[in-house]
């Protein structure tokens, strides 16, 4: 059973920065290589893609991600990174990481950013 677990979310002001972690259970990163995402949800709105990061390829970002943000990996921690610089009070939302294993999508539990001076 592959579980997703992110931390690092916060209380940030405008303009900060915050990184995002997401470790992963049950794969094993560096012996299946997996593509892994970063999703959001604002109150009131439908969840959207952030960013993500094929298992083989290049990563790819929404177009209000404008530069701001930098997905990564570490496969010896089997864990994946969202470097989120230069927020604004819109990025304000709960940050899930997603993976598709065998066509099985797993989510985290989702972690909080808040963005407000």
């Known amino acids: 059973q592959v579980q997703l677990v992110e931390s690092g979310g916060g209380l940030v002001q405008p303009g900060g920065s915050l990184r995002l972690s997401c470790t992963a259970s049950?794969?094993?990163?560096?012996?299946?290589?997996?593509?892994m995402a970063w999703y959001r949800q604002a109150p009131g709105k439908e969840r959207e893609l952030v960013a993500t990061?094929?298992?083989?390829?290049?990563?790819n970002y929404a177009d209000f991600v404008e530069g701001r943000f930098t997905i990564s990996r570490d496969n010896a921690k089997n864990t994946v990174y969202l470097q989120m610089n230069s927020l604004k009070p819109e990025d304000t939302a709960v940050y899930y990481c997603?993976?598709?294993?065998?066509?099985?999508?797993?989510w985290g539990q989702g972690t909080q950013v808040t963005v407000s001076s």
């Open positions: 997603n993976t598709k294993v065998r066509s099985v999508p797993y």
């Open positions: 049950g794969i094993i990163f560096r012996i299946t290589p997996t593509g």
């Open positions: 990061m094929p298992a083989r390829g290049p990563t």
